[in-house]
């Protein structure tokens, strides 16, 4: 019953008489007297009638130097191309005849499809303008006209800008009822029109002719999952069609059906849906974990979830875990706090995630507890985290043995910020600050070093320094040099993990939006871990050096590892090693390091301690203790010994690349609504036509013979799919929350002072801005199960692990794409009917 789109009334176009004449024929009265209507015939359906009308003399033909037949032709090519109000059909199109009392149809759906393909020739669209049902509620009466029927009634409140419309209270229409045989008979016709009819190669533009077949819809669904933007997910489309006039939908339908498939696949995106989520993935994944913390109200506060092969991936690196807060994600403000680990190739792994509500205490003792009765009860050794005091006490109370450490990078940003007044920052106090923190080897030298900077800058009443001292155990290097922090000093790995949202998270994405884009970020992660361990294993870095532990190392370390081994070995060249003093089997070494820093270099001066009886040695670098690869200081010392071959205790399983680790053979879970059977049977069907056009596009026979098949099987399941259309993007929900309960989706929560979609930034650094205000959030009501809160068990197990696959589109020539976009339709529709 709506109005047809893009359809804004136009001037009347001439008839073909006057282009003939130098004048309009139509006189003024016409402009004037709107009940003077002129009904415009349309032009003879034969070409060579059209050009008998107008024969012209033989002298014009030879002034002209061409046939006038000729001319009429050009002319009449023009008039189907771009004349307003023609009907002749383009060419290989079979025309419809007009509809007339007594034709017959055997289905309501036949004669609506009849009259769809005769206004779609004539150039305008239709509409079912009223339907007339019996006792037993069928159909036995209908009327179907003109789109442009009926009066326009505005809804726009401001009268001084009305919308464009398409009713022109046309009365085009043809009216039919069910006899008793059961056939549609055509009872009375209107065939006049009181507006002006488009060009047929224009009907593809009314809503009526518009149709997004099943071909496109995959396409359009498939490269959206892909992360593909849709004005370039239509344009494949339009390229794989030959143009936009070989489409019978525009890119405005494209986004609609988008729209409609997200719905389908995310939900609404509120706590409903998320529950329904993570529902479907514990039937898949029987180590999938979830909980979601609701208030009295049945409000959702705090969500945390992680998938099985996150769960086994924690057995091997779960020593080490970064934990970050500073990246806002979704509409309901809620912080996005992923739990981050570092394989043995060096790359971030995800051990679990968590979405909170507020930044407090509570919350966070609450998502700790959660993700360790995830792992089993088993906690990190260290942990990282920026500088937050509710971070710090809820690490108390749930990690009381785990060694906490502030960011470093977060620490040193700040100091723009917090001392960028001073007048000697720029000129020794920065500086001072920088010296104090990486040369000191002592924690006594750094105290020594932090106390006169103080006196030098007078700083002493300065109460940011004054916390951080006083806090110094959880982020001077020295203090952290006896826990081992697998390389990290920050928050970076967090942060990177963060960098993968980016383009795709913004302050409207829903929560079910944002758990799919982590889904996202975890495949990715996977497939780049799988990547570094066949480069591991399948191929070799060349040594640098004809040192036998460089080729111990090479055989043991994985690719990225052994890069890092030979940066230490490549540094032998600028260290002076001289032993001081011996006492029983413990040497010790003064090693002077030439470091090149910013293209300045400065030497640094290190002590070893070195145990020969034990073959066991001590850096005050502590790069072992720290990174656990050897420094280049160890490296030196082994290599005045003439020790050839590295103690084990100095070849840390968690960088072999020859470890076998069971969670690599764990696939990684996701939410893959492709599982349905037509779903399946459709890429069946695509594949096997795909693998069957490469080998037939080679020869015009063999592609002549697939196409009489095509057009023999789709006229034969014609029969079976007619009034039938199934949805591709149709989701059978796997799990049926029960009724009688709700869980609501977040309040909108503030944070502690961060801009929408990135972290906080230093006032000297950029002009503060104002945060947007929040959009009002539509309170959604859905039921759910019966223990929406605390009591709801937090972690349910199911089976099954979902796989993905990809669709690979090769050039082929038209013919062959038309067949297989016709054999695929067809196919598909009767998989699905029957």
């Known amino acids: 019953m709506g109005e047809e789109d893009e359809m804004t009334p136009r001037p009347s176009t001439s008839t073909s008489q006057s282009l003939m004449t130098p004048q309009n024929t139509c006189s003024n009265d016409y402009q004037q007297n709107p009940e003077f209507r002129v009904s415009h015939p349309p ?8 050009t008998q009308e107008f024969s012209p003399s033989t002298e014009f033909q030879e002034n002209v130097g061409s046939t006038f037949s000729d001319a009429a032709d050009e002319m009449l090519f023009d008039l189907d191309e771009d004349l307003e109000g023609n009907t002749v059909s383009p060419d290989g199109d079979a025309r419809v005849e007009a509809p007339r009392s007594g034709m017959e149809f055997p289905s309501e759906n036949e004669l609506t499809a009849y009259y769809k393909q005769y206004a779609k020739q004539e150039g305008f669209g239709v509409r079912t303008q009223r339907t007339k049902k019996d006792d037993d509620g069928r159909p036995v009466y209908v009327t179907i006209g003109c789109a442009r029927g009926g009066k326009y009634q505005p809804k726009n ?27 549609w008979v055509i009872t009375t016709v209107e065939h006049v029109h009181n507006h002006i009819t488009i060009s047929p190669k224009k009907s593809r533009l009314l809503r009526s002719h518009k149709r997004l077949d099943e071909y496109s819809q995959r396409i359009l669904d498939l490269n959206d999952r892909a992360g593909i933007r849709l004005n370039k997910n239509y344009f494949s489309l339009v390229v794989d069609a030959g143009g936009f006039e070989n489409l019978d939908f525009q890119e405005r339908d494209c986004r609609n059906f988008i729209d409609k498939a ?14 329904a989520y993570f529902q479907r993935m514990r039937m898949q994944n029987d180590g999938f974990v979830s909980a979601m913390d609701v208030d009295d109200d049945g409000r959702l506060r705090n969500v945390f979830w992680a998938d099985a092969r996150s769960r086994s991936a924690y057995e091997y690196f779960g020593d080490v875990v970064t934990f970050d807060t500073t990246y806002l994600t979704n509409r309901y403000g809620m912080p996005f706090a992923p739990f981050v680990g570092v394989n043995h190739h060096g790359q971030s792994i995800l051990l679990g995630a968590g979405l909170l509500s507020s930044e407090d205490t509570h919350s966070f003792v609450w998502l700790f507890r959660t993700w360790l009765d995830c792992m089993n009860g088993r906690a990190p050794k260290a942990i990282i985290t920026d500088q937050d005091r509710a971070m710090k006490n809820a690490i108390e109370i749930v990690f009381p043995g785990t060694r906490h450490r502030y960011c470093l990078w977060h620490i040193m940003r700040k100091l723009p910020e917090k001392l960028g007044s001073h007048s000697h920052f720029s000129t020794g106090l920065k500086t001072s600050i920088q010296a104090a923190l990486y040369d000191s080897q002592t924690c006594s030298k750094f105290e020594k070093r932090w106390c006169h900077l103080l006196d030098m800058y007078d700083l002493r009443d300065n109460n940011w320094l004054k916390s951080l001292f006083e806090e110094r155990t959880f982020w001077v290097p020295v203090y952290l040099k006896d826990v081992f922090w697998a390389g990290m000093s920050t928050t970076q790995r967090s942060e990177s993990m963060n960098a993968f949202f980016d383009g795709y998270v913004h302050s409207g994405t829903t929560l079910k939006e944002f758990v799919d884009q982590f889904d996202n970020a975890l495949r990715k992660k996977v497939e780049l871990e799988t990547t570094a361990d066949f480069n591991s294993s399948n191929q070799t870095i060349p040594c640098v050096s004809p040192f036998n532990f460089e080729k111990q190392f090479q055989s043991l370390y994985t690719n990225a590892k052994f890069k890092e081994f030979q940066k230490e070995l490549m540094g032998l060249m600028c260290c002076n090693c001289t032993l001081v003093c011996k006492q029983g089997c413990i040497s010790t070494f003064d090693i002077l390091d030439e470091i090149s820093i910013n293209d300045c270099n400065k030497i640094v001066h290190y002590t070893l301690y070195f145990n020969e009886k034990e073959c066991e040695l001590k850096c005050t670098c502590a790069l072992f203790e720290m990174r656990g690869i050897l420094c280049r200081h160890a490296l030196k010392v082994f290599q005045l010994s003439r020790i050839n071959v590295v103690p084990d205790r100095y070849v840390l399983d968690r960088w072999r690349k020859d470890e076998k680790r069971t ?20 890429e069946m069907v695509v594949k096997r036509c795909m693998k069957l056009a490469t080998e037939i596009s080679r020869s015009d026979e063999r592609v002549n013979a697939f196409l009489r098949v095509v057009d023999d099987f789709d006229s034969r399941c014609d029969d079976a799919t007619v009034g039938s259309r199934s949805e591709s993007t149709h989701v059978g929900s796997n799990v049926h929350a029960d009724k009688g309960k709700k869980i609501l989706s977040p309040h909108v929560v503030r944070g502690k002072g961060r801009p929408p979609s990135k972290r906080k930034v230093p006032a000297v650094e950029k002009v503060a801005r104002k945060r947007k205000a929040c959009r009002k959030i539509l309170e959604d009501a859905m039921p759910l199960g019966d223990s929406p809160g605390p009591q709801q ?16 589109t090769q050039s082929m020539p038209p013919e062959i794409s038309r067949g297989l976009k016709i054999l695929v339709n067809c196919v598909f529709e009767y998989i699905f009917i029957n």
């Open 262 to 275: 997200r719905h389908l696949r995310l939900g609404k995106g509120g706590g409903d849906a998320l529950y």
């Open 793 to 808: 068990p937090p972690f349910d197990d199911g089976q099954g692990v979902g796989t993905q696959q990809s669709n690979v």
């Open 157 to 183: 409140i401001n009268p001084s800008k009305p919308r464009a419309t398409t009713k022109t209270d046309c009365k085009a229409k043809v009216n039919a009822t069910l006899n008793k045989n059961e056939k």
């Open 43 to 50: 032009p003879p359906s034969n070409p060579d009638n059209f």
């Open 663 to 682: 969670y690599t053979l764990i696939k990684s879970s996701y939410d893959d609504l492709r599982s349905s059977g037509d779903a399946r049977r459709y």
